[in-house]
C-alpha cells in the first residue's frame, strides 16, 4: 500500500515540474504585456502633446504672412508649440513627429532659444529614424542649400528613401529629377510613376506635370496602364475587351488638371479652360467640313 502512494507521489512530481516551468514563461509574457502597455501609453501621450504643438504651430502660420517674422505677438504661440513638443519627445524619446516638428521651429521659425545646429540634428535624426516629412525636408534642404556633388547624392538618398514611403511632395521632387535628368538619366517612364502617384495624393503640381505630359504625346509606362485598368469599371474593360484603347490621354490629362483645380491650383483652371476651347474649335470644324460635304454632294446630285 505504502509503495502503490509512493508511486502516485512520483507520477505528480513531472506536472509539478511543468507548472514550475510555466511560471517564468507566464512571468515573461506579463511583463512583455506590461512593456508594451506601457509604451502604448507614453505613444498616446506624445501624440496628444503633439497635437496640441501643431495646433499653436497652426495659429502662427494662419497670421505669419501678415506680420513679421519676429513679432512678439507670435512668441506664445511660439513657445507653446516649443513646449509641447519637447514634452513630446521627453514621453516618448523614439517618437519621429515630435523630432521633425521641433526641428522646423528651430530651423524656421523666430522662437525664443531656436539653435539651427539643434534644429538640423534632429532633422537628421527624425529621417534616419524614418519620418518620411523628414526625409524630404532634409532631401530638399541638402540639395538647395549645399552646393558640392556628395550633397546631391545625399539628398538623392533621402528623397528616394521618402518615394519609398509615398510621399507626394518627395515624389514630384523626384518625378521632376528625372523629367530634366539632373542627377540622374533622364527617364521620363519614371518621372510619369512618380507625378501619377503623387497626384493620387493630391499634390497640384504633380497633376499638372502629368496632365500637360500626356498632352504632349508622353507614353504612359505599362505598369500605370495595368493599374488603371485594374480599377476601371467593367463597361471600359468590355471596350478593352473589344479592342478600345481604355486610356484616352485628353481625358485623363482633364482627370489630372480637375486634381488640381480641386486642390485649389490656378493653373489647373486655366488648363481645363484650354481644353474646353479646344474641344469647341474641333467640333465647330467638324460641323462646318460636314456641311460643306453634304453641300457638295447636293450639287453632285
Excluded at 502516485?8 to 512571468?27: G, I
Excluded at 502662427?60 to 517674422?69: N, Q
Excluded at 534632429?122 to 542649400?145: F, H, I, S, T
Excluded at 490629362?253 to 476651347?277: H, P, T, V
Aim: with cysteine.
Amino acid at each position: 500500500m505504502t509503495g502503490r502512494i509512493q508511486n502516485l507521489r512520483n507520477r505528480r512530481r513531472p506536472s509539478n515540474n511543468v507548472e514550475l516551468l510555466k511560471k517564468p514563461a507566464l512571468k515573461f509574457s506579463l511583463l512583455q504585456f506590461n512593456q508594451q502597455r506601457e509604451m502604448h501609453s507614453r505613444n498616446k501621450k506624445a501624440m496628444e502633446l503633439i497635437a496640441k504643438g501643431w495646433s499653436a504651430l497652426k495659429e502662427v502660420d494662419r497670421v505669419i504672412d501678415y506680420c513679421e517674422l519676429n513679432d512678439r505677438r507670435l512668441i506664445p504661440f511660439l513657445r507653446r508649440a516649443k513646449e509641447n513638443f519637447e514634452l513630446a519627445l521627453e514621453a516618448d524619446n523614439t517618437n519621429t513627429h515630435a523630432r521633425y516638428w521641433l526641428s522646423k521651429l528651430h530651423l524656421k521659425y523666430h522662437v525664443p532659444g531656436a539653435c539651427k545646429a539643434v534644429g538640423a540634428a534632429l532633422l537628421v535624426e527624425a529621417a534616419d529614424m524614418g519620418d518620411p516629412d523628414a526625409q524630404y525636408e532634409l532631401g530638399c534642404r541638402l540639395r538647395v542649400e549645399n552646393d558640392y556633388e556628395q550633397s546631391d547624392q545625399q539628398a538623392f538618398y533621402y528623397l528616394e528613401k521618402a518615394v519609398d514611403q509615398l510621399h507626394p511632395g518627395a515624389l514630384y521632387l523626384l518625378g521632376a529629377v528625372y523629367l530634366t535628368g539632373d542627377c540622374v538619366k533622364q527617364d521620363i517612364a519614371s518621372a510619369l510613376w512618380c507625378f501619377h502617384r503623387a497626384s493620387e495624393k493630391g499634390h497640384a503640381g504633380a497633376a499638372i506635370a502629368y496632365g500637360s505630359l500626356l498632352l504632349r504625346g508622353a507614353q504612359v509606362p505599362e505598369c500605370l496602364t495595368k493599374f488603371t485598368s485594374k480599377r476601371s469599371s467593367f463597361a471600359k474593360r468590355a471596350r478593352k475587351n473589344a479592342g478600345v484603347s481604355v486610356m484616352n490621354p485628353v481625358e485623363t490629362a482633364k482627370e489630372q488638371f480637375e486634381i488640381a483645380a480641386k486642390a485649389g491650383c490656378d493653373l489647373g483652371y486655366k488648363w481645363l479652360e484650354r481644353i474646353e476651347e479646344e474641344e469647341k474649335r474641333l467640333l465647330a470644324q467638324n460641323s462646318s467640313a460636314e456641311s460643306s460635304q453634304s453641300q457638295t454632294e447636293m450639287l453632285i446630285i
